[in-house]
């Protein structure tokens, strides 16, 4: 099994473009996130969906919306990318939201450089 | 809320010297707390975990930790440190949203 997948794994924007960053699951868990990470700031939760059909802000959602087109899939879209977007992007899911003892599942990451 | 906060951005020790990475947690409830390593360019793999039950957890690579409610830690620490274990080391809860939020992490580095 691959895990989790992201796509792009690198990807350089300009300033005002747009992507999505696309993120896949195959373990069938219900639960799915994504986060920043920066120098110093660990990782920060970007967005959250417990579930299919849900979504939920975490702490720097501003400048990205999400997409959770089925059970597999959660992808992260930046509208207008600016460079304080530059970081490295990462994708989890873990199985269940209501068993707070299961860990998360990470994806390799993708690093973003917004010019 | 749940949250954690890591103690020291940055650890250096010597190879076969003890490592010791801090981790307290501030939470109304029992919580469950993980460790996360990250390896340079890598994702975060799971290193281990205290859910219930004993307090000492043992994880991968000769890794433990030791719940201490009294002192809301959940230290890390291995005995003897080796060159491989040079990465970064997050400390992590869930909140009572489902939401698992981070530490700030601490990058171990270790000296020949």
């Known amino acids: 099994n691959a895990g989790v997948t992201q796509t792009p794994k690198f990807q350089v924007l300009k300033t005002g473009q747009s992507m999505t960053l696309q993120c896949a699951q195959d373990m069938n868990h219900n639960s799915m996130y994504w986060y920043r990470q920066d120098p110093g700031m660990g990782l920060r939760l970007i967005y959250y969906?417990?579930?299919?059909?849900?979504?939920d802000k975490g702490e720097v959602p501003n400048g990205y919306n999400v997409s959770r087109l089925n059970k597999r899939e959660f992808s992260l879209r930046l509208e207008s990318a600016a460079p304080s977007q530059t970081s490295v992007y990462f994708c989890?899911?873990?199985?269940?939201?209501?068993?707070?003892?299961?860990?998360?599942?990470f994806g390799q990451g993708t690093r973003l450089t917004v010019v | 809320a749940q949250s954690v906060t890591q103690l020291g951005s940055h650890v250096s020790v010597s190879e076969g010297a003890l490592v010791l990475l801090r981790c307290n947690y501030s939470s109304s409830v029992p919580p469950y707390l993980f460790w996360y390593v990250q390896y340079p360019n890598q994702g975060l793999q799971l290193l281990l975990k205290y859910t219930t039950g004993a307090t000492l957890v043992k994880g991968i690579n000769g890794f433990e930790a030791e719940f201490k409610k009294s002192e809301t830690s959940f230290h890390l620490t291995k005995p003897s440190a080796h060159m491989s274990d040079a990465a970064e080391y997050f400390c992590?809860?869930?909140?009572?949203?489902?939401?698992?939020?981070f530490g700030q992490g601490t990058e171990l580095s270790v000296k020949p």
């Open positions: 992590a809860v869930y909140n009572q949203g489902g939401k698992l939020i």
């Open positions: 989890a899911s873990r199985a269940n939201p209501g068993q707070q003892n299961t860990e998360a599942f």
């Open positions: 969906s417990a579930s299919e059909g849900t979504t």
